[in-house]
């Protein structure tokens, strides 16, 4: 059988013939229809993170939310120290009337002292101070005489019922041109009803002179509650 066929077909791929100069491109066809979807691919590798965005405008303030319940109290903290109460007595008499005052040799002359200070619980009498509360109590004293001829010595103390209170005795050598000041203080012990005062002595009968401002002074304070 000959290979050649009685048609020369060149697609047959039989034909032996002398295949002639191939023709020109036909015109494009028109496109088929799309294809079914294929099989989604696997995800790829995450991309490297941007740069953070420019923070944006601040959103308005919200509803205030409902309070919540009250906590549980916390422990009761120390009790702090007493606070000290106002003096409980106190009182004192003066005299700035000044003059003069005549004292036998040796003998204990009572100091006058005729206007009361602020009193409280103390209760000013003549030439005296009547303590109310007992317990322990300052006393102080200030005694001032004028200029004396010759500067003979004298001692001031304070009393208590008219007994003489030891560490008060205070005794100096007077002046004959300045004023000579006695002034003294204690701590004793006092019951109530006690009377306290001023008085002055010498050695040899004289008469003093007092200074013309404040001349004379007794003061007490209670110290113990």
């Known amino acids: 059988m000959s290979n050649?066929?009685?048609?020369?077909?060149?697609?047959?791929?039989?034909?032996?013939?002398?295949?002639?100069?191939?023709?020109?491109t036909g015109p494009r066809g028109i496109t088929g229809p799309t294809g079914i979807q294929g099989v989604t691919g696997p995800t790829g590798l995450r991309g490297v993170t941007g740069p953070t965005g420019i923070q944006g405008v601040t959103g308005p303030t919200g509803l205030r939310g409902?309070?919540?319940?009250?906590?549980?109290?916390?422990?009761?903290?120390?009790?702090?120290?007493?606070?000290?109460?106002?003096?409980?007595?106190?009182?004192?008499?003066?005299?700035?009337?000044g003059g003069t005052l005549g004292l036998p040799a040796n003998t204990e002359v009572q100091i006058p002292l005729t206007?009361?200070?602020?009193?409280?619980?103390?209760?000013?009498?003549?030439?005296?101070?009547?303590?109310?509360?007992?317990?322990?109590?300052?006393?102080?004293?200030?005694?001032?005489?004028?200029?004396?001829?010759?500067?003979?010595?004298?001692?001031?103390?304070?009393?208590?019922?008219?007994?003489?209170?030891?560490?008060?005795?205070l005794g100096l050598k007077t002046g004959s041109t300045n004023d000579t000041i006695f002034t003294a203080f204690t701590i004793v012990t006092l019951a109530a009803g006690d009377s306290i005062d001023l008085s002055i002595r010498s050695t040899t009968a004289l008469t003093v002179l007092f200074s013309s401002a404040l001349c004379a002074s007794l003061s007490v304070m209670k110290l113990n509650n």
């Open 4 to 24: 050649r066929c009685k048609i020369c077909m060149p697609c047959c791929g039989r034909c032996t013939c002398p295949r002639g100069i191939t023709g020109p």
């Open 66 to 97: 409902i309070t919540g319940p009250t906590g549980i109290q916390g422990v009761t903290g120390p009790t702090g120290s007493d606070v000290p109460a106002g003096l409980q007595a106190y009182g004192g008499i003066y005299n700035i009337v």
């Open 115 to 169: 206007d009361p200070m602020v009193n409280n619980n103390v209760n000013p009498g003549t030439n005296s101070l009547e303590i109310q509360i007992p317990g322990d109590y300052r006393i102080d004293y200030l005694v001032s005489l004028g200029p004396m001829a010759n500067g003979p010595a004298i001692s001031t103390i304070a009393r208590v019922n008219g007994f003489p209170i030891l560490d008060t005795d």
